[in-house]
């Protein structure tokens, strides 16, 4: 009987709990979804169109990627520096394709072949960067992106490594870059 009279006793206290009861329950339960949220918030995330040329791997953020597109049709343009690979129509305007690594201080190397074209827009340009394969769009944790020093003058174009050796591109960077300037004027399509 002692039992049976514990049990009806806990019946009754959880049916009508006490404000002090009340209070502790409400408190633990706060608790938990404050925690639950910080997680949640502090978890940010980085959403990138992943390519590669060869073993080198790069992203850019997709906001930036207007498109991907196969690398048929390719004018080639004499005359301007070897990066440029050439023109390419898609959707009724132009883009200049370049190889991003001689850019970005990579040693080029003239064996992989490329046959896409990550499409890039900025305020006023656009421009192509050469691709041999596409990884599709990737979500990085953002703590997981190591940043790289704004003064590394070879790496200006970079704005973090992410898992993989990926490097994600600064397109901002990237298309003030005065390498691509041939005889003083942008070679980059104008929006």
């Known amino acids: 009987h002692a039992r049976l009279a514990r049990v009806l006793e806990k019946l009754e206290s959880a049916a009508n709990p006490s404000p002090a009861r ?106 192509g960067l050469a691709a041999a394969e596409i990884q599709g769009v990737t979500r990085f944790r953002t703590g997981e992106i190591a940043a790289i020093a704004a003064e590394t003058s070879r790496l200006r174009a970079v704005q973090g490594v992410g898992p993989r050796d990926t490097m994600i591109i600064d397109c901002a960077s990237l298309m003030q870059d005065a390498r691509l300037l041939v005889d003083d004027q942008p070679v980059i399509a104008a929006n």
Request: glycine share 10%; no cysteine; charged share 25%.
């Open 22 to 127: 009340d209070r502790q329950v409400l408190r633990e339960r706060a608790q938990r979804y404050a925690s639950q949220r910080r997680a949640e918030v502090a978890e940010t995330f980085t959403e990138v169109v992943g390519f590669s040329i060869g073993e080198d791997r790069f992203a850019i953020e997709i906001g930036h990627g207007a498109a991907v597109t196969p690398l048929t049709n390719l004018t080639s343009l004499p005359g301007i520096p070897s990066f440029y690979l050439g023109l390419i129509s898609h959707r009724g305007h132009v883009f200049p394709v370049i190889d991003p690594r001689p850019l970005l201080g990579i040693k080029r190397d003239d064996r992989g072949a490329v046959h896409y074209a990550v499409l890039v827009r900025g305020e006023r340009s656009a421009i």
